[in-house]
């Protein structure tokens, strides 16, 4: 009877232990038999299995070497191709290993950059190890959670396809460098900003003394729903309105910046007042809020574009003279609550329900609900109450109806477009999808694109495409057009015979020919 998982490990460690004490002129056996039971703690039996006891003995005495002398608060980081002569094992994939003070989104940060750089990840090692080291940043002990003395590291080892070119993986570090300080400035910043934004709701009223009663305390109850685990904090900075040489300019305020938004060498301090403020000035009567998406996409915790809440602030005249502007992600809790319990999304949903009509607890009512949980939720926020009643009526009027509908929503600012696109689930597949993201992508001069599929019970599959169009672009497009391309688009060569046969024969007969 073959021992149990537990004990094979155990074994295995063992032996793991017993090999690294026996390499010649190895002095650091008690600091390798714990940093061993450490780093494999969370390793699955079969991916350790996959190299011989040598092997791994020979990782664990490279790693000792690697993180034998650290400050508190620096980032190591390697990326190389181990051979036998150098590091005393080989490996078909390229290695990635750094060492930080153990904090929130590094895997997921590392991980993001090498997404975008479009490597394949094939191993992840994230142990967290707590360390003594002494006034050097020497290491000087391997210890456990009772340890009060001790600081916890995490230690992460990535594998990735195999890269040769010295320039490539000169720039797998620098990226991986320029995220994990992002990581590092966000999250010290964490607490900071929280209390900007917590600040930030008590003076919004003097911000913006003529905005609309009952709006500025949705406003408010917004920005608290924020720090209730809704958003996750990445960085803040102030502007203010001045006068330019062309007009205005919008500045940064010094000493402002928080977490990635922290001022640097080379920053632009200013520049014209034309886009986002600009055309918040025409917009901010009824909200002193602007909810919408950056152009830069996130290099923490997930990948996609980064969320921008600016906060408005008026003079006595109406006109906008500054912003406070928080950069983050909402969270996963965000997206899933109800409409009815998302400040500013609920108000602009019941405003809907009663421009249409529609009579609480009656089925179109219900369908109207169920609509508003299923749309995306960064539409809900970002769409006007006009937008959101074309888009929910027309989702509405189609039902489970088998025909293809187009929704297009122009974000309010230029910046991109966010298509709907409703399609009978039976003709969805990967090849339609690339179809229909083409015709969007070309009709309205797209430079990036960004997609999203849910298909549900619903006899509907639903695409969001989210296109970027490129900088000075003349957008000009006929959704009822465009619809009628994707419908011709995915067209099979059955539905193209059942139409021929309805054409010459009349529906009922046609349709008959065609079963």
Not at 347 to 356: I, S
Request: charge should be neutral; glycine fraction near 6%; include cysteine.
């Amino acid at each position: 009877m073959s021992a149990l998982p537990e004990q094979q490990k155990l074994d295995l460690l063992e032996q793991i232990g017993q090999a690294l004490e026996s390499r010649p002129g190895f002095r650091q056996t008690k600091l390798a038999r714990g940093y061993l039971a450490a780093y494999f703690r969370r390793v699955p039996l079969e991916e350790m299995s996959r190299e011989n006891p040598e092997v791994l003995a020979s990782i664990i005495a490279s790693q000792l070497k690697f993180i034998a002398r650290r400050a508190i608060g620096e980032t190591l980081i390697r990326v190389y191709n181990p051979n036998r002569r150098k590091h005393g094992w080989e490996s078909e994939h390229t290695i990635i290993e750094m060492v930080n003070d153990d904090k929130p989104f590094l895997v997921d940060s590392a991980t993001l950059a090498l997404a975008e750089m479009n490597f394949d990840v094939h191993l992840i090692v994230h142990p967290v190890i707590r360390v003594r080291r002494n006034k050097n940043g020497r290491l000087t002990a391997i210890t456990n959670r009772d340890d009060d003395k001790a600081i916890a590291e995490s230690v992460v080892q990535i594998q990735i396809n195999r890269q040769t070119q010295p320039d490539v993986l000169e720039e797998i570090e620098q990226r991986l460098r320029e995220a994990l300080e992002d990581v590092n400035v966000a999250v010290a910043d964490w607490r900071a900003m929280v209390k900007v934004a917590t600040e930030t709701r008590e003076l919004m009223p003097q911000w913006a003394p003529k905005a609309d009663a009952d709006m500025m305390q949705e406003c408010q109850q917004f920005m608290s729903w924020l720090t209730d685990d809704h958003f996750i904090f990445l960085g803040v900075r102030d502007y203010k309105v001045v006068k330019g040489d062309k007009g205005h300019d919008l500045a940064v305020v010094p000493g402002s910046g928080l977490g990635i938004l922290r001022e640097s060498e080379g920053d632009v301090t200013r520049r014209p007042l034309t886009s986002v403020a600009e055309e918040a000035r025409k917009h901010s009567k009824d909200i002193p809020l602007i909810i919408t998406k950056t152009n830069a996409r996130s290099t923490v915790h997930r990948v996609g574009y980064l969320d921008y809440i600016g906060v408005l602030t008026f003079d006595s005249r109406g006109r906008t003279i500054g912003e406070r502007r928080f950069l983050g992600l909402f969270t996963s809790s965000a997206y899933s609550l109800s409409v009815l319990d998302t400040p500013l999304i609920r108000g602009k949903a019941q405003q809907v329900l009663d421009q249409v009509g529609l009579h609480p607890g009656s089925h179109a009512w219900k369908s109207m609900m169920h609509i508003f949980e299923t749309l995306p939720r960064d539409d809900m926020f970002q769409a006007s109450t006009d937008e959101l009643a074309e888009l929910a009526v027309g989702v509405l009027n189609l039902q489970e109806r088998r025909r293809v509908r187009l929704f297009i929503r122009r974000e309010r600012y230029g910046r991109f477009y966010s298509c709907l696109v409703y399609i009978p689930r039976e003709r969805f597949n990967t090849e339609n999808r690339e179809k229909i993201q083409s015709i969007l992508k070309r009709a309205l001069k797209g430079r990036r694109l960004d997609y999203v599929v849910n298909i549900s019970e619903s006899m509907l599959a639903r695409l969001q495409v989210i296109i970027r169009p490129k900088p000075g672009s003349d957008v000009q497009f006929d959704v009822a057009l465009l619809e009628q391309k994707i419908v011709d688009a995915v067209r099979s060569w059955g539905d193209e015979l059942t139409s021929i046969l309805v054409q010459k024969h009349g529906e009922e007969a046609g349709l008959n020919l065609a079963k």
